[in-house]
Nanobody
């Protein structure tokens, strides 16, 4: 069982920055593709970013490209999402996710999910 715990959410003004963290308890962290998803009120959950096991490749939703950066530390068993130039439309509950397969994460069907951390961007 993979446990994921997000942190770092909060309230920020438009144009500001936040860094989300997702810590895991799994001993084989480097065997999992990690991703971030988000769900805004009244909307479906959507893909934000993902990073491969070694961290050599990353993928982003068009809406966050050039503003968000996903990274991972395979020693600390942690994945990060650096968010800059935040917009009110980035307001959502942000979820960390993990799966052994990249395709599964990109399809929005990872096996493991965190509880989420709230990000609110004021205008």
């Amino acid at each position: 069982q993979v446990q994921l715990v997000e942190s770092g959410g909060g309230l920020v003004q438009a144009g500001g920055s936040l860094r989300l963290s997702c810590a895991t308890s799994v001993g084989t962290f480097s065997t999992y593709v990690m991703g971030w998803f988000r769900q805004a009120p009244g909307k479906e959950r959507e893909f934000v970013a993902t990073i491969t096991r070694s961290g050599s490749s990353t993928y982003y939703a068009d809406s966050v490209k050039a503003r968000f950066t996903i990274s991972r530390d395979n020693v600390k068993n942690t994945v990060y999402l650096q968010m800059t130039n935040l917009r009110p439309e980035d307001t959502a509950l942000y979820y960390c996710a993990a799966d052994p397969r990249l395709s599964t994460v990109l399809d929005g069907r990872p096996n493991y999910w965190g509880q989420g951390t709230q990000v609110t961007v004021s205008s």
